[in-house]
């Protein structure tokens, strides 16, 4: 992805997140919107969203299935920088249902109007198909041993976002 496609893409980000912050959705903190199969959806994204997650998002297990997001934490995002537009547009608030529903539309709009311009093709899937399908070295099958072993690191201190 150019710089250039990558600016216009985060553009598009602005533009949701502040008609989002406008609209006001109620948030519960429940954390179900990114345990998918438990609330009943999926989150789909194109590719360049996938590309823009996967550049910063930590390292998960795999294969990752339809049943949640890898980087939910203790019901939180490790990966909130860089999350797609569905995370940032969704909200189970009923009263803002047709409002993310319209701000979803637009966004869709505006990015495929980039892939068009930058003769970029569309591609729009599941998160776990992308998160599956990249080849970052730090991800590992699910089946991989883990670093029980001592590393002599010291662990970081968890933390709560606000
Ligand atoms: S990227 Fe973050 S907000 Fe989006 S589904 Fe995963 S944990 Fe949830």
């Known amino acids: 992805m150019t710089d250039d496609l990558k600016r216009r893409v985060l553009d598009v980000y602005a533009g949701v997140d502040a008609a989002v912050a406008a609209a006001a959705p109620r948030c519960d903190a429940s954390g179900r919107c990114c345990r998918f199969e ?23 297990a795999k294969p990752v299935t339809r049943a949640g997001c890898p980087f939910q934490v203790n019901g ?7 999350r797609p537009l569905g995370c940032r547009i969704y909200f189970c608030d009923p009263a803002y249902e047709e409002t993310g529903n319209r701000i979803t539309e637009t966004a869709l709009v505006r ?43 010291v662990p970081l201190p968890l933390t709560q976002e606000g």
Not at 76 to 82: E, G, H, I, K, M
């Open 38 to 60: 438990e609330y009943g959806h999926t989150l789909f994204l194109s590719q360049f969203e996938a590309d823009i997650l996967l550049a910063t998002a930590p390292p998960y």
């Open 111 to 153: 990015l495929k109007a980039i892939a068009d311009e930058f003769d970029a093709g569309w591609h729009y899937a599941p998160l776990y198909h992308f998160l599956n399908a990249a080849d970052r070295p730090l991800d590992r099958p699910a089946d991989a041993p883990t670093a029980d072993a001592p590393t002599g690191r």
């Open 76 to 82: 939180l995002c490790t990966a909130r920088a860089d």
